[in-house]
């Protein structure tokens, strides 16, 4: 059905008044909105296969992802972006505002303000669900535990030793980011609590 046949469809539905035109303009109305939705979509899916994910083939940089190049006969992702998953996404330690925005598919709220957090210790299924080329190992990526997931004797926390049971450290041992030790976490005692790679509070 093209635009003109739904103009006069709804045309003669609005000039009904009975109950049976009411229902059947509402049935018109859902019909019109699944449409106008598997429009979108396909329109979505046609500029997809204009636009070239990073890694494919082009010829020159408008075939590629907003701000991509295209280098050597393959789209590359613009500069501060890396490859992931088949998109451009901000790598571990960028800043961010959402999720979205990070390969890892996490922003860190408690690492400088909104930071992209590292793949390491996400829960995963499978390698697929993993940046960065990590194996999924024990449903982790990289096979360790990521900062305040609970652990026990034995398992191995990406960023911190595992403290009170909670991978988390107490003072002196390893941290990457303040919000890793248990003083900056737990308290909010966040000014200097991780220096040197050995928790300070």
């Known amino acids: 059905m093209d635009e003109m046949q739904f103009d006069r469809l709804t045309r003669t539905l609005a000039t009904r008044g009975d ?3 009411m229902l059947t303009r509402f049935a018109a ?29 082009c010829s020159d940089a408008r075939q590629c992802c907003s701000g991509g190049r ?7 992702c613009p500069r501060g972006l890396v490859a992931c998953r088949g998109e451009c996404r901000k790598p571990a330690g960028a800043a961010c505002t959402n999720y979205g925005e990070c390969c890892s598919q996490s922003c860190d709220f408690l690492v400088g303000g909104g930071t992209c957090s ?15 080329g990590l194996p999924c190992h024990n449903n982790r990526c ?40 248990w003083g900056c976490y737990m308290n909010g005692l966040c000014s200097g609590a991780c220096v040197d790679g050995a928790c300070t509070v």
């Open 70 to 76: 295209c280098r050597r006969g393959r789209c590359r």
């Open 29 to 57: 109305g859902v019909f019109i909105g699944v449409g106008t939705v598997l429009g979108l979509k396909r329109a979505n899916a046609q500029g997809q296969d204009a636009c070239q994910a990073p890694g494919r083939k």
């Open 142 to 181: 990289g096979g360790c535990l990521g900062r305040g997931i609970v652990c026990g004797e034995g398992d191995a926390c990406c960023f911190s030793s595992c403290d009170g049971g909670v991978c988390l450290s107490d003072f002196g041992n390893p941290c990457a980011h303040d919000a890793d030790c």
């Open 19 to 21: 109950r049976r035109g």
């Open 118 to 132: 590292p793949c390491q210790g996400h829960y995963c299924q499978s390698d697929r669900d993993c940046c960065g």
